[in-house]
């Protein structure tokens, strides 16, 4: 069965990076894409990104440009999201999630709390 | 970026009502919508994709419609399981946005 399974919470100070991954298993890797999408506390989805796990092709957040960078590791099917320059308004769950055939997120990871906090 | 924005954001409602959610797109996303349910705690549930397709797995009781700017949510009997929050997401664009997200409550 598709599974993915994220990392552990972290805790940063802000100005620091956070670097979260995303293991897939269950099916072929390379033949969907990832997408990233965070929740503060309290409040609604937000979509941060997405990659093609086939060529690595991104598409980020406008908001989120110049301080994300979505990657992904073949060799060990999981996708990766760092996210630079940490705010205290960065803090949120952070879910990966694969794309299906025709749009939409099917398959979730756990999610991972990120909290920023000096 | 395409906005979405969804109507009621606080819906209440009894077992049995018949709920509709509509989330209205900033411009025309021809039909590349999906619908989510949320509950506290866990991570989103796709419901309906392309609009109108069912998720496998999905009671019949959930359906969606619409097609440009306008787009529907339905759920035909509230069931005690419904009561979350639901979102709408547009992928039209390479940029993806969802809507603030509806609150099913219990009346």
């Known amino acids: 069965q598709v599974q993915l399974v994220q990392s552990g919470a972290e805790v940063k100070k802000p100005g620091a990076s ?15 894409g990832i997408s990233w999408v965070r929740q503060a506390p ?3 989805l937000e979509w941060m990104g997405w990659i093609s ?11 989120l440009q110049g301080r994300v960078t979505m990657t992904t590791d073949t060799s060990t099917s999981t ?3 760092e996210l630079r320059s940490l705010r205290s308004d960065d803090t949120a769950v952070y879910y990966c999630a694969r794309e299906r055939e025709s749009g939409g997120s099917s398959y979730w990871g756990q ?3 990120v ?4 | 970026d395409i ?3 969804q109507s009621p954001s606080t819906l209440s409602a009894s077992v049995g009502d018949r709920v ?9 996303i021809s039909s590349w919508l999906a619908w989510y349910q949320q509950k506290p705690g866990k991570a989103p549930k796709l419901l309906i994709y392309k609009a109108s397709s069912l998720e496998s797995g999905v009671p019949s009781r959930f359906s969606g419609s619409g097609s440009g700017t306008e787009f529907t949510l339905t759920i035909s009997s509230l069931q005690p399981d419904d009561f979350a929050t639901y979102y709408c997401q547009q992928y039209n664009t390479p940029t993806w946005t969802f809507g603030q997200g509806t609150k099913v409550e219990i009346k």
């Open chain 1, 111 to 113: 999610g991972t709390l």
């Open chain 2, 20 to 28: 509709t959610i509509t989330c209205r797109a900033s411009q025309s």
């Open chain 1, 115 to 118: 909290t920023v906090s000096s």
């Open chain 1, 42 to 44: 309290g409040q609604g």
């Open chain 2, 3 to 5: 906005q979405m924005t």
């Open chain 1, 53 to 63: 796990a086939y060529n690595g092709n991104t598409n980020y957040a406008q908001k």
């Open chain 1, 18 to 32: 956070v670097k979260v991954s995303c293991k897939a298993s269950g099916y072929t890797f390379t033949s969907y």
């Open chain 1, 79 to 81: 996708a990766y999201m």
